[in-house]
């Protein structure tokens, strides 16, 4: 199983501040994800990365903007926070498997709260 | 696009009843899904996947799930339900093009003692 780190665990910031969500997987998969969870939700895919220098924006519109110059790493940054950037940020990865579809594994998530 | 329904929002149950989750999927193709639970203020642990083969498929903590192509479910069982097992369950569907995934909107699990 992948070990998937997210720094911070809990965020609470100030409307207009610049952040930086951290993500980091240490199993060299080349596949990563972020996904938003509002509170009792389900999770919405917001981007995603097949490899270096390669992202992909999801299904869920989202301000955020995200980079993978390392394979290991993920950040995901919001360049100016609002109240409705409020929400739990959960980042996965995946390798590529032989049957059909990847399997993912999940960080712990970032609780962001934007005042 | 593939969709996933999970009709129960809320379930409890007692703790050692059985314990049974529904999840409904729709997608065109050979299906690829997912268990997943999620430990309040926690990510998502996987508990089982289908992708191909025998129709039960057993994950870790005793659960276990049934594909049934017929019916469009993966069902998600436990035969004796422990108080550890109070959580939110996500059911999922791969999206084998871009490889991501689609969650149903998830089942919380109360365990009464």
């Known amino acids: 199983e992948a070990d998937i780190y997210q720094t911070p665990r809990y965020l609470v910031i100030g409307t207009g501040k610049k952040i930086t969500l951290e993500c980091s997987q240490t199993?060299?998969?080349?596949?990563m994800y972020w996904y938003q969870q509002d509170p009792g939700m389900e999770l919405h895919l917001i981007h995603y990365s097949y490899g270096v220098n390669s992202t992909e924006k999801g299904d869920l519109s989202s301000e955020s903007t995200v980079s993978r110059i390392r394979t290991e790493h993920f950040p995901l940054t919001l360049e100016s926070a609002r109240p409705s950037h409020t929400s739990q940020y959960l980042c996965?990865?995946?390798?590529?498997?032989?049957?059909?579809?990847?399997?993912?594994?999940f960080g712990p998530g970032t609780r962001l709260t934007v005042l | 696009a593939q969709s996933v329904t999970q009709p129960d929002i809320h379930i409890t149950v007692s703790e050692g009843a059985s314990l049974e989750l529904r999840c409904n999927y729709s997608y065109g193709a050979t299906p690829y899904l997912f268990w997943y639970v999620q430990s309040p203020g926690q990510g998502l642990q996987l508990l089982l996947k289908?992708?191909?083969?025998?129709?039960l498929v057993q994950g870790i903590k005793g659960f276990e799930a049934e594909f049934k192509r017929s019916q469009s479910s993966f069902n998600l069982r436990k035969p004796s339900v422990h108080w550890s097992d109070a959580a939110e369950y996500f059911c999922a569907v791969a999206d084998t093009g871009r490889r991501a995934l689609t969650f149903g909107s998830g089942t919380r699990l109360q365990v009464q003692p």
């Open positions: 996965a990865s995946s390798v590529t498997s032989g049957g059909g579809a990847d399997t993912q594994y």
């Open positions: 199993m060299g998969h080349d596949k």
């Open positions: 289908y992708f191909s083969g025998d129709t």
